[in-house]
């Protein structure tokens, strides 16, 4: 019967993708959006007209002209459905290839927002002098790189990126492209003098075959009770932006999915929408949906064995992208954005790690985080009082388990004022920071930007006496909106005022003006609800029509919000707050392309289920190739109360992001590690203190990212780009450059895992040796995954640097010797790196640090292990012109030794072990067992005490 072949394959479904509890209604549906109703629209008049269609933009031959350093082209665009209105088309080369495309209405009735790029870019790029345009009658072209050619097609207006004569991107293939024209309501060809009304309306037929016809919610419009007055009319812009030789694209974060993100276009009836980029507060999120979240980063990788490239929309407003796979092999892209210019740089790879370079000189990298931040942090709303968060460092301690950072949550604030403590629970905050500060820890309090209305609430009273708030549609009064601390308002941080305000604010030191006077330099912030989230707002955040700075409307720059803003004023202020500068830690919610400059991110309100736990990582990943890679999703699910099993599974999760945090919601049961029973209890800190044994590991990834824009944590395409098998693989992940593959378990029940090596290498089990061996085409293995062990494998040919002294913070380790794990490649070689500096101050950038690379190398029978200096050779650094190996930091741990070093995988028992310069040193020989090319254990050869310096050059001789 049909009625019940409905019902059951709506409950296989629902067990297929378990739906949480996420108010749908709350939130807009492209086809309860205006905008991204009129881009799919076209899209779909497009595919019914099929060979017939043709885009009505053109670029006007005779206006094509190029700059004197013949570097940037400017053209004039214009659309056969208006032609007295003109745009200018700017396109240029940088001189690292990538291409700008820029386009904006000229002489228009209003101006489109036009400064998204200005927050994202870390400068503006330099324009390659190299290129030399070539002018044609049909297009302008130019060749540059290997093999790449930028052609600007005029009719249609067509730009397309080919190598080697292979179609890498391709801008308005389909002919989807539209910018519409500012307009007046009465006469909706606003430009066209002269025409009376029945030309009007001649000429909306004449153009309904691309744009409909029924100017459908170009005035106003309507979602749940909000009413959005649009006072600029239809402003968005669609365009179509297609990959004909790539079968996968990932990015364009912040998104509950797979890292390659599937079709929106085809039968997955969870994927029906086009992917959103409007950054909201949604309640316990799905775990599989192309529903916006927090953060939005415009940036997408199209990725074949042949090449990566990217597009990055330099975009503020809110922004639909529909994906669509027409072939295995090919991918279709079509961007829809409320309002704002066409930006668009092109990315030409051609490598992943060109695609980062290129990325990362547009938007910047990572700040090098505090050493600290990398540690443990354990949150929840919300540790109650001081003496609460006392008793939670003291159990910690009791438990012997390692964490830095101790955080608050909204209820240390008196009626949610962030920074005035509520002196009832939080009398002593200043002792309560230093008691924590006493073990080398650090706190995170939250500071939210919703500042309650309240007149002796100075941030308050404050912002809104020197005109900084955020103002209502009508452009003068502020606004006000619900959010925890009841009728509250916002600073607007599109104001230089408004951020140089909010950076004073956290200055310990009395001043002029009102500062958190009861706070310290071990205090760091936190700020959540900066999409903004406002509870009695649509879709629980800012009426597009409220105003900015500059007379913006939020619907111009509403992604942007949450991040120039808040995080470059708190991070700032954090600066700034010291007689010594100091690295900031802020952890955001929301955030844009570039936001990875001044904090972290994590995944938000999360649920404590399995799926939940799977999809972090996936998330994690994606937001890592965005550039946004201080990431992490909450420990155990913000929501729930997860039992041991999931618990601990969660904890190796954690250990394996960038950003580690544990949290939990107001009613949710006490979950602190220490609070579990045996076994999990040991299972836990030994997992915490596998994290803190690996903390130069993540700092040495870290810094490599600042250098070279690569990701911290890193999917198999991105470190095997020609490895077919590879391109979906999102459950597994390389860590930096370190060698060290990881799967952790997200699934109940689970003994042993799959695990795919992509390569004819052999793996070493990190714990017990064993070793995996892969093959050329990629193979399969199966490891053991009991609930004490995640699955972690070390790739022949890494050396792995790490600190094993359980600590009770990550500064207690300063002075640790190291351990060096030296997996040899099938042919008997190594190396790997490690980057060390205070962790604390901005000295590294004087060059106080100190940089090694480790080098195994087999000559017959000897096989050398040296250590020699990388930061001589590391020329790109801008701090590393002034290097001196002798720097103040290299000599603070001059007694920081090698303690032992650990060599998997030698061919047979050395009979010797010197230290060259030194004598014979003290080891041991494990004989690996099992017969070669078959699952085995490898050889361990433990040198006790070698007898060396961490930061010095050294070299170990071991001949068999
Ligand atoms: C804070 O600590 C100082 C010094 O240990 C002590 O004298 C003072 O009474 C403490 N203040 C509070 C409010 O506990
Ligand atoms: C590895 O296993 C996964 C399923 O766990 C499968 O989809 C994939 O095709 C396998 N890969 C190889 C190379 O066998």
């Known amino acids: 019967m049909k009625v019940q072949g409905i019902i059951l394959s709506a409950a296989v479904l629902l067990l ?227 990959f004909p030789n790539h079968g996968h694209v990932y990015g364009i974060p912040e998104h509950a999915t797979s890292l390659s993100l599937p079709t929106t276009t085809g039968d997955d009836p969870f994927f029906t929408e086009p992917y959103r980029l409007y950054n909201l507060d949604v309640f316990e999120y799905i775990a599989s949906s192309p529903m916006s979240l927090y953060g939005a980063i415009p940036l997408m990788h199209a990725h074949s064995a042949e090449s990566t490239v990217g597009v990055f929309h330099v975009v503020g407003s809110e922004t639909w992208i529909d994906v669509a796979h027409p072939s295995p092999m090919s991918s279709q892209t079509h961007w829809i954005s409320e309002s704002g210019i066409l930006d668009l740089f092109i990315l030409p790879g051609p490598s992943p790690d060109d695609v980062f370079a290129q990325y990362a000189r547009l938007t910047g990298t990572a700040a090098l985080p505090a050493h600290w931040a990398l540690g443990y942090h354990q949150c929840r709303w919300n540790y109650v009082s001081s003496d609460d968060v006392r008793g939670v460092q003291k159990q910690f301690d009791e438990a012997d388990m390692p964490v830095d950072v101790f955080w608050l949550d909204i209820e240390y604030a008196e009626e949610h004022k962030y920074m005035i403590w509520d002196q009832k629970t939080f009398p002593d905050p200043i002792n309560m920071t230093n008691d924590v500060a006493a073990f080398g820890r650090k706190m995170v309090a939250i500071v939210d930007p919703h500042l309650k209305r309240a007149e002796d609430y100075p941030v308050y009273s404050a912002a809104r006496d020197k005109g900084l708030l955020i103002k209502q549609s009508n452009g003068e009064d502020d606004f006000e909106g619900w959010c925890w601390s009841g009728s509250s308002a916002w600073v607007d941080f599109f104001n230089p005022d408004g951020i140089e305000f909010w950076a004073k604010l956290f200055d310990p030191r009395p001043g002029k003006e009102w ?32 105003i900015h700075y500059g007379g913006w409307e939020h619907r111009d720059v509403h992604n942007i919000n949450g991040m120039p803003l808040v995080s470059a004023a708190t991070s700032t202020g954090l600066i700034q707050r010291g007689d010594v500068r100091k690295r900031p830690f802020v952890l955001t919610r929301s955030f844009f392309a570039g936001t990875q400059r001044y904090g972290a991110m994590w995944t938000g309100d999360n649920l404590g289920t399995w799926e939940h736990m799977a999809v972090g990582i996936k998330m994690v990943l994606s937001s890592n190739i965005a550039g946004m890679v201080f990431a992490g999703s909450d420990v155990g699910g913000f929501f729930g109360n997860p039992d041991a099993e999931m618990l601990v599974r969660w904890y190796h999760v954690g250990i394996f992001s960038p950003f580690l945090r544990a949290h939990a919601h107001i009613d949710t049961k006490r979950r602190e590690p220490y609070l579990l029973t045996e076994p999990y209890k040991s299972y836990v800190r030994n997992i915490l203190r596998l994290r803190y044994s690996m903390l130069p590991v993540w700092y040495t990834a870290f810094r490599e990212n600042s250098e070279t824009g690569r990701p911290v944590v890193r999917p198999h395409y991105a470190v095997f780009p020609q490895d077919l098998n590879g391109f979906a693989i999102d459950d597994q992940f390389f860590l930096g450059s370190s060698g060290l593959l990881v799967k952790p378990v997200t699934r109940p029940g689970v003994t042993e895992e799959t695990v795919y090596i992509p390569e004819d290498e052999v793996y070493y089990e990190y714990f017990s040796h064993q070793t995996y061996h892969g093959s050329a085409e990629g193979k399969n293995v199966t490891v053991p995954a009991p609930l004490d062990r995640v699955p972690l494998l070390v790739r022949g040919g890494s050396i792995v640097p790490t600190r094993e002294r359980p600590r009770r913070s990550s500064s207690l380790m300063a002075q640790d010797p190291f351990t060096l794990r030296v997996a040899l490649s099938k042919s008997g070689a190594a190396k790997g790196e490690l980057y060390l500096d205070d962790g604390v101050t901005f000295a590294h950038r ?85 017969s070669a090319g078959k699952e085995e254990r490898a050889s361990v050869l433990t040198i006790k005490d070698p007898k060396v310096g961490i930061a010095q050059d050294w070299e170990v001789k071991i001949t068999l």
């Open 515 to 546: 500062s958190w006077t009861q706070s310290t330099e071990d205090i760091y912030i936190w700020n959540d609800m900066n999409e903004p989230s406002i509870f009695n707002g649509p879709e629980i955040t800012l009426q597009k029509d409220a």
């Open 846 to 930: 004087d060059g106080a640090l100190v940089w090694r690379e480790f080098i195994a190398a087999k000559t017959s029978k000897t096989t050398t292990i040296k250590s020699r200096d990388l930061a001589v050779e590391k020329p790109f650094a801008a701090d590393l012109a002034i290097y001196d190996p002798a720097n103040a930091f290299s000599q603070s741990i001059k007694n920081v030794r090698v303690e032992k070093v650990i060599v998997l995988g030698l061919s047979g028992k050395p009979s010797s072990v010197m230290l060259t310069g030194g004598g014979e040193l003290v080891w041991e020989f494990e004989e690996g067992a099992g």
């Open 16 to 242: 297929l993708h378990p739906v949480s509890a996420v108010k749908s209604g709350d939130f807009k549906t492209c086809s309860q959006s205006g905008f991204c109703r009129r881009g799919r629209a076209i899209a779909a008049r497009a595919r019914d007209a099929t060979a017939s269609w043709k885009s009505p933009y053109s670029v006007d031959a005779s206006s094509v002209s190029v700059s004197s350093e013949e570097a940037l082209i400017t053209a004039k665009v214009q659309s056969s459905l208006y032609p007295d209105v003109d745009f200018r088309l700017e396109m240029h080369v940088e001189d690292d290839g990538v291409v700008r495309v820029r386009m904006d209405e000229v002489s228009g009735l209003r101006k489109r927002y036009d400064e998204a790029a200005d927050w994202a870019l870390v400068k503006e790029p330099t324009i390659s002098s190299d290129i030399r345009w070539t002018a044609g009658k049909k297009a302008v072209s130019a060749a540059y790189g290997a093999g790449v050619e930028v052609v600007l097609e005029y009719e249609p207006l067509r730009v397309v990126v080919r190598r080697h004569g292979k179609e890498q991107v391709v801008i308005n293939g389909r002919g989807l492209l539209h910018m519409e024209h500012f307009r007046t309501k009465e006469t909706p060809v606003a430009n066209e003098e002269g025409l009376d009304e029945q030309d009007v309306m001649t000429s909306l037929k004449a153009n309904a075959w691309f744009e409909g016809e029924d100017q459908d919610a170009y005035w106003e419009e309507s979602f749940s009770k909000w009413t959005d007055s649009k006072p600029k009319g239809p402003e968005s812009l669609s365009v179509d932006i297609d």
